[in-house]
């Protein structure tokens, strides 16, 4: 098996890898994104690469990009509130005043709602999305797995979801 280093593996994959995470973003700037992480994780991973034959790095390298769009497309979606649990800026609440009163009394909704989620779910969120903590740190500063936390999250969202739809009430 020759021996294969980044740049040639670029230039043998890159355009696959592209097309790939494109089927799935559908988005040049998030495929560009994709590609880019893919050859970085690619960089990490050279000594496995090294032992693969030509078919089974470019089903690795696929598999990565895919997986890498797929996990982008979820944190999208889920990590939208996030967004717009920052204070207005002062300008801003001079600009329109009804905008910002309804932006805080969301904001102010659903820090009630999180509130009231147990205590290991609350903290799981706010390491999550108000320190900006990523899911293995979490579990490091939990003493848990990476799956836990992901677990929790989830939950975390699903009973926040159900806390928001009924106007306030818990329901679990």
Same mark, same amino acid.
């Given at each position: ?9 670029? @230039?043998?994959?890159?355009? /696959? ?14 495929? *560009?994104?994709? /590609? ?15 032992? *693969? ?13 895919? @997986?890498?769009?797929?996990? &982008? ?7 939208? $509130?996030?967004?717009?649990? =920052?204070? $207005?800026? %002062? ?5 329109? $005043?009804?905008? &910002?009163? %309804? ?6 909704? !659903?820090? &009630?709602?999180?509130?009231?989620? =147990? ?5 799981? %969120? ?11 740190? !979490?579990?490091?500063? /939990?003493?848990?797995?990476?799956? @836990? %936390? ?5 939950? &975390? ?16």
């Amino acid at each position: 098996m020759p021996s294969r280093d980044i740049e040639s593996i670029y @230039n043998a994959c890159s355009r /696959m890898v592209y097309w790939a995470a494109y089927s799935v973003t559908r988005k040049e700037s998030d495929a *560009m994104d994709a /590609m880019q992480n893919t050859f970085l994780r690619a960089m990490a991973h050279m000594d496995q690469l090294q032992q *693969m034959n030509d078919a089974q790095l470019k089903a690795w390298l696929y598999r990565v990009a895919v @997986n890498l769009c797929k996990d &982008a497309l979820r944190k999208q979606r889920w990590e939208a $509130p996030a967004e717009e649990l =920052p204070e $207005p800026s %002062v300008e801003s609440a001079y600009d329109l $005043p009804e905008a &910002a009163a %309804v932006s805080a009394a969301e904001r102010a909704q !659903i820090r &009630a709602a999180i509130d009231r989620l =147990p205590d290991i779910y609350r903290e799981t %969120v706010l390491l999550h999305y108000f320190s900006g903590c990523d899911y293995k740190e !979490i579990a490091r500063l /939990m003493h848990t797995t990476e799956g @836990n %936390v992901k677990s929790r999250i989830s939950r &975390a969202k699903q009973r926040l979801y159900s806390i928001l739809k009924e106007g306030g009430e818990d329901c679990g």
